[in-house]
């Protein structure tokens, strides 16, 4: 989150340049497009990165489907590590008894290199809680990754990737909720085996080839006492890519062209039913006619939905990157052809330029992308069926003819400029402007604080942004980095696709353009980082985010509600659109490492953080996020040994 472009949300979701979390992780050549937060999917081990490169504006046509921001990432290896063995064990303990393992190990013998690594966590706060309270809102999560290299010849090489992870955890509770005995929970699972191989073709070309195969399964299990509604679902996702790139030199150009091939099955089960009379009553402002067959408090039933389907993509792209002189031209071109529930194709151009001023060390910028990204996986064949139509007011259904409507992906048209500046060498300033003009644009409705997701479309969106970055590299152990972030998304509704419950959605339908909760008008983070030839070592950070857009509620309802009345001071109901208020997060962090004749050998740090322990909130009965709380202060030690 110190680079600018994102916009910080709960339970480690990103909203990257006003998107709602349409990122791909690309690890060592397989594509990851999941959505890989807390709630609804495992993340990515940070331990086992050797490189990250992260791409928000001027995306090369290789990579495509959902790249609102793509991080390419590099694992480590044991390869030319000069070592049969190395590796490290570090234990780490913080507040909320959290406490964490992670164990790695690696090293080369002959043409063979390896590298593994294990992490472990427990906490009583596994995610951002949804009370001030933290009530039901313990778990666990273990990770494993292998990486194997083999040497095949002088212009030949092989590479194994294996990584598989589960977490298991409560969902945190409402007081009302708690109250009731509600104990529902979720279980997470994911394994991914990758096969690459490289061949040398020159001195000036190279061609890779990268077939994966990844698959999650989710799983909320519910409980006796749920309320306001109880739910159940399973859901598993796989995905098999085949990649290949081929790369080569020519002159003053700078080619790679590649094809990719991706076949992606689903199955889903969902079931869910109202339990509290208070909700959804017929008497009720807010009564939602369609709902009453599922209210278990009133002699309905449960809905059931149970289904299954697999999908195909096909995509290939040119691209060149051309130096003449101080210009720098970046063409690339990217076709993608889209095949499930709905079809779509487009062409893609991808062009950026590049003016070097040598004399001032100065670079301008400018780029053109068309992209087509692709509808998240998770619960599509449930937000896309006859059977949840029912679930949908008749006023939504309406607008679609009486029909659900089917989300198509989204089409953006991506226009930025921007430059980098060198200060004398010791410092350099990079800033951007960016605008997106989006249709169809993807979003998720959230069910009930779950991590159930339905998959939306609205009709159109205009993205407007600015960013900024200013770093400060190493001098006498001082570096630091400032960065800033602003945007603003607009939206035009009405929905053209997808599920979306709750009477809310009468109300955007008639609002006309709304500002979505994507929307913040500045985040401001900064760091520094001191570190001495004794080996001790210090930082700290600030983020300063004016707040996302929350629920227009009724602040004397909210004032009589028990679960929400205490977070009002924490949001502003009057501003127009409403929004969460503006917070400042300081973290700090301390230690020391030893080091003999130049090898780490152990290393010991105290981090705080939230050190003010600054009461704030993500969210705030936003329709597409729930209600979500900032981690209160949290004393952490953490202690390393390297072999």
Do not use: C
């Amino acid at each position: 989150m110190s680079f600018p472009g994102f916009a910080a949300s709960a339970n480690g979701a990103i909203h990257p340049r006003g998107a709602h979390n349409q990122m791909t992780y690309v690890i060592d050549g397989m594509p990851i497009s999941d959505q890989l937060t807390g709630a609804f999917g495992n993340g990515i081990d940070a331990n086992i990165v050797q490189t990250i490169e992260l791409f928000t504006g001027n995306i090369p046509a290789e990579y495509g489907s959902k790249i609102s921001g793509v991080a390419h990432i590099t694992s480590r290896s044991g390869l030319n590590s000069g070592r049969k063995l190395f590796g490290s064990t570090e234990v780490a303990a913080a507040q909320f008894d959290q406490v964490s393992n992670v164990t790695q190990a690696g090293g080369e013998t002959g043409r063979f290199g390896y590298f593994a690594s294990v992490s472990l966590q427990k906490s009583n706060r596994f995610l951002d809680q949804v009370s001030l309270d933290n009530l039901h809102n313990g778990g666990n999560a273990e990770r494993g990754f292998a990486r194997l290299d083999y040497q095949l010849g002088s212009a030949d090489f092989l590479r194994v990737n294996l990584m598989a992870g589960r977490s298991s955890f409560q969902l945190a509770n409402l007081r009302s909720q708690h109250a009731a005995g509600q104990d529902q929970r979720q279980l997470l699972r994911d394994a991914a085996v990758s096969v690459g191989y490289v061949h040398v073709i020159g001195p000036a070309a190279t061609f890779d080839s990268t077939s994966s195969y990844r698959t999650s399964i989710a799983q909320l299990f519910p409980s006796a006492g749920d309320t306001p509604v109880t739910a159940a679902q399973a859901r598993h996702l796989s995905n098999l890519t085949l990649a290949n790139r081929l790369s080569w030199l020519q002159g003053r150009h700078e080619w790679r062209a590649g094809f990719d091939y991706q076949h992606f099955p689903l199955s889903e089960n969902f079931s869910f039913g109202i339990t509290s009379p208070a909700f959804n009553d017929p008497d009720s402002d807010g009564f939602i006619p369609t709902l009453l067959a599922f209210d278990l408090s009133r002699g309905g039933s449960l809905f059931d939905f149970s289904g299954k389907g697999a999908g195909n993509q096909f995509s290939g792209f040119l691209q060149d990157k051309l130096r003449l002189g101080p210009w720098v031209l970046q063409l690339g071109l990217r076709y993608d052809n889209y095949r499930f529930l709905v079809r779509e194709d487009q062409w893609q151009p991808r062009l950026g330029l590049a003016y070097h001023v040598q004399r001032t060390g100065t670079v301008f910028r400018a780029s053109y992308n068309r992209v087509l990204q692709t509808p998240v996986n998770e619960n599509l064949l449930l937000s896309n069926s006859d059977e949840s139509a029912v679930l949908v007011l008749p006023e939504v259904r309406a607008t679609a003819g009486g029909a659900l409507i089917r989300i198509r992906p989204e089409r953006q048209n991506v226009y930025e400029v921007g430059l980098q500046q060198s200060l004398k060498g010791a410092a350099s300033l990079n800033a951007m402007f960016f605008r997106k003009d989006i249709t169809n644009l993807h979003d998720n409705d959230n069910f009930f604080n779950t991590g159930i997701i339905f998959p939306t479309a609205l009709a159109r969106a205009r993205v407007r942004g600015a960013e900024g970055r200013i770093s400060v590299p190493e001098r006498r152990g001082l570096s630091a980095s400032a960065s800033f972030t602003h945007y603003s998304v607009i939206v035009d509704p009405p929905f053209t696709g997808g599920l979306f419950l709750g009477s809310t959605a009468i109300e955007l339908l008639a609002s006309g353009p709304f500002v979505i909760d994507h929307d913040q008008k500045l985040a401001v983070h900064t760091v520094a980082t001191y570190r001495s030839r004794t080996g001790f070592w210090t930082s700290g950070s600030l983020r300063y985010d004016s707040g996302l857009v929350s629920n227009p509620s009724d602040p004397d309802e909210v004032a009589q509600d028990p679960d929400y009345a205490d977070l009002l001071p924490y949001v502003d109901l009057a501003s127009d659109p409403p929004r969460v208020k503006p917070r400042t997060i300081i973290d700090l962090a301390g230690g020391y490492e030893r080091r003999k004749d130049g090898v780490r050998q152990w290393e010991v740090a105290l981090q705080v953080s939230n050190a003010t322990n600054r009461i704030a909130l993500y969210n705030f009965q936003s329709i597409f996020s729930g209600t979500r709380l900032v981690q209160p202060r949290t004393l952490g030690l953490r202690l390393r040994w390297y072999w």
